[in-house]
């Protein structure tokens, strides 16, 4: 890869590359450098698919916990609706 298509990957990702130096925890003049000589490390194709799968199960984790929340709430709604289990349910 060479260091257009690392900016191009970079635009894609929606990071600057001071944030992907520092998710990928190097320094900021080590990616900086690699523009002087135009040759990007190959590893940095596999970070861009993990960083794209950790973001993907982000959204998911994000998805099943507001689904798990509403269950939870509406199953407090029924059960305070029983007369027997008089007390009230708040969301915060």
Do not use: H
Not at 12 to 39: D, G, I, P, R
Not at 66 to 90: A, K, T, W
Request: glycine fraction near 2%; charged fraction near 25%; aromatic fraction near 14%.
């Amino acid at each position: 890869m060479n260091y257009i298509e690392f900016e191009n990957l970079l635009k894609k990702l929606n990071l600057t590359k001071k944030e992907f130096s520092k998710l990928s925890e190097l320094s900021y003049q080590t990616v900086m450098s690699w523009a002087k000589t135009n040759n990007v490390p190959n590893w940095v194709k596999s970070w861009r698919q993990n960083y794209i799968d950790k973001k993907k199960f982000e959204r998911i984790k994000a998805m099943i916990r507001d689904e798990i929340n509403r269950y939870i709430y509406g199953v407090c709604l029924v059960v305070s609706s029983i007369p027997i289990f008089n007390f009230n349910v708040s969301v915060n």
